[in-house]
């Protein structure tokens, strides 16, 4: 295995994890994945990019997370079980990719549980990126038109759905400050965020031992 310098960002709905991100993929000139990893799983798994996309990030109630993390126990295995809960083989097709891409390159991943998917990879820093619940429902409600109370109410829906698939999935509790090597507010700036992400990243990447 590779020892390649891996972010992953946990993030709140709405609080700028995703273009902090980009941001910081621009600074590091390493790649970003998202959405990208949709189309990824889909072409390894052979579950169509609309499932996929349906199922991305969803919580479950099945008991599959030993072999949803399990590198070498994904393929054939969760992917090909059709008594398998789709919930369970989305998640488990974009875990094998996970691995697979950090492997080969430092590379930054967005949700999907990453941090817990690479427990085992030695250069791996975990971001969590919050704000105040007032800023998010700015935020939505200026790319999305809606009232304030219809964002915040959808707010409260999507971190709910985050936090049961990221516990459901991960030993790791979602937003818990103890769950990450860094949290950070983003009312002091995306770019700054991005900043202070690439100089913790930088240190602990010379101080992290192989």
Same mark, same amino acid.
């Given at each position: 295995?590779?020892?390649?310098?891996? =972010?992953?960002? +946990? !993030?709140?709905?709405? /609080?700028?994890? #995703?273009?902090?991100?980009?941001? &910081? $993929?621009?600074?590091?000139?390493?790649?970003?994945?998202?959405?990208?990893?949709?189309?990824?799983?889909?072409?390894?798994?052979?579950?169509?990019?609309?499932?996929?996309?349906?199922?991305?990030?969803?919580?479950?109630?099945?008991?599959?997370?030993?072999?949803?993390?399990?590198?070498?126990?994904?393929?054939?295995?969760?992917?090909?079980?059709?008594?398998?809960?789709?919930?369970?083989?989305?998640?488990?097709?974009?875990?094998?990719?996970?691995?697979?891409?950090?492997?080969?390159?430092?590379? =930054?991943?967005? +949700? !999907?549980?990453?941090? /817990?998917?690479? #427990?085992?990879?030695?250069?791996? &820093? $975990?971001?969590?990126?919050?704000?105040?619940?007032?800023?998010?429902?700015?935020?939505?409600?200026?790319?999305?038109?809606?009232?304030?109370?219809?964002?915040?109410?959808?707010?409260?829906?999507?971190?709910?759905?985050?936090?049961?698939?990221?516990?459901?999935?991960?030993?790791?509790?979602?937003?818990?400050?103890?769950?990450?090597?860094?949290?950070?507010?983003?009312?002091?700036?995306?770019?700054?965020?991005?900043?202070?992400?690439?100089?913790?990243?930088?240190?602990?990447?010379?101080?992290?031992?192989?």
């Amino acid at each position: 295995m590779k020892n390649n310098l891996i =972010i992953t960002i +946990g !993030r709140q709905y709405a /609080s700028g994890g #995703h273009e902090i991100a980009k941001g &910081l $993929s621009k600074l590091l000139g390493i790649k970003m994945y998202d959405k990208e990893l949709i189309s990824l799983a889909a072409e390894k798994s052979g579950i169509s990019k609309e499932v996929l996309k349906a199922f991305d990030e969803k919580p479950t109630n099945s008991l599959l997370y030993s072999l949803s993390v399990g590198a070498h126990s994904l393929d054939g295995v969760v992917l090909g079980a059709q008594n398998v809960p789709l919930t369970d083989r989305v998640f488990a097709a974009q875990a094998q990719i996970i691995r697979e891409i950090a492997e080969r390159e430092p590379c =930054i991943f967005v +949700g !999907r549980c990453a941090n /817990s998917v690479l #427990h085992d990879f030695t250069n791996v &820093l $975990s971001v969590f990126i919050h704000t105040d619940t007032e800023r998010r429902i700015d935020r939505v409600c200026e790319f999305s038109g809606c009232s304030r109370s219809a964002a915040a109410d959808e707010i409260r829906k999507a971190d709910k759905k985050r936090a049961s698939f990221n516990n459901y999935f991960s030993d790791y509790k979602w937003g818990n400050a103890t769950s990450y090597d860094l949290c950070l507010d983003s009312r002091i700036g995306y770019d700054n965020c991005a900043e202070l992400i690439k100089f913790f990243a930088e240190h602990h990447e010379k101080t992290t031992k192989y």
